[in-house]
């Protein structure tokens, strides 16, 4: 039988000692590597930050999967079990360029349910958690129900690559979005945007490719507040593969999809 309340306890621990070790790593210099392409980038922060957590729940938790975006977790192939899926700086280019919009964001899952989700902006010390079923929090504040917002009063985060050009989708559709709604915003890390859906700073946030650790904690902070996310299909979202992200309020998801996103 899983303690969730011991477990969320010894994961905000983890989370503060690791957001302690980032905000040291600012007075060094950085070792900076490049992954897929010359943008996609990983620092020796990003790696021992991961490294610290997969120690901690081997050590504690030794029948857990992990899942972990700089690939030191298991090769996993479903989420059976009790599933860690964890990026330990989400938004690395901002922190290696400015130093705060990067986050820690950690999706814990029992045979593919979400149950605790963490998401921590290390230079705010701002802490948005959620435990299905006992609500969404930032540091020790309770987050609200999300409510209705019309599109026109809404302020809406897109990747603003995606808007100028893609390949997965008419692109006019997004500049149609990006003129109606009150304001766009891209803060260049998932995770935030998602924890700002789910705190009510921002109403709606899409993107086109998104993996497994950029949004499984995001997910489960926004579901507890009571809005949606699903793929920009409105289709359920694959935890397994790389995926399209369509976050938003209850009520402006369904506006948003079936006005600007489905084929008419
Ligand atoms: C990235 C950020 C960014 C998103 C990229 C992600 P990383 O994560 O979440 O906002 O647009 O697709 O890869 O690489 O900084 O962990
Ligand atoms: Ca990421
Ligand atoms: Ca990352």
Same mark, same amino acid.
């Given at each position: ?21 980032i ?6 210099s950085?070792?900076?590597?490049t ?6 980038l ?11 957590f ?6 504690t ?15 996993l192939?479903?989420?059976? @079990? ?11 280019m ?17 045979? @593919?349910?979400? #149950? ?8 705010h ?12 929090f ?6 609200p ?27 006019? #559709? ?7 709604v #009150? ?8 995770a ?22 950029d949004?499984a ?16 299909? @409105? ?9 399209s ?11 948003i999809l079936?006005?600007f996103?489905?084929?008419?």
């Open positions: 039988m899983v303690n969730w309340t011991e477990m969320d306890q010894q994961v905000k621990a983890w989370i503060m000692e690791a957001g302690a070790f905000r040291e790593s600012f007075q060094h950085l070792s900076i590597q992954k897929s392409n010359p943008n996609d990983v620092t020796n922060i990003d790696e021992e930050t991961e490294r610290f997969i120690s901690n729940i081997r050590k938790y030794p029948s857990h999967f992990i899942l972990g975006e700089e690939g030191q977790g298991d090769e192939s479903s989420l059976d @079990g009790i599933v860690w899926i964890i990026d330990p700086i989400d938004g690395t901002n922190f290696i360029h400015q130093q705060r919009h990067f986050a820690i964001s950690i999706g814990i899952y029992e045979d @593919g349910v979400g #149950r605790l989700g963490y998401i921590y902006d290390v230079t010390d701002e802490l948005y958690y959620a435990k299905r079923g006992s609500g969404a930032m540091n020790d504040v309770q987050l129900a999300l409510s209705e917002v019309t599109l026109e009063k809404s302020l809406i985060a897109v990747n603003a690559t995606w808007l100028v050009k893609n390949a997965y989708f008419d692109e006019k #559709r997004l500049v149609s979005l990006a003129t109606t #009150r304001g766009v915003r891209s803060y260049g890390s998932a935030l945007e998602l924890a700002y859906v789910a705190s009510g700073r921002l109403d709606s946030y899409l993107t086109m490719r998104l993996s497994p650790w949004f904690a995001g997910k489960i902070l926004v579901e507890e507040v009571g809005g949606n996310v699903t793929a920009l299909s @409105g289709k359920e979202l694959d935890m397994m593969k790389t995926t992200v369509f976050a938003g309020a209850p009520g402006l998801h369904k506006r079936t006005d996103l489905l084929e008419k």
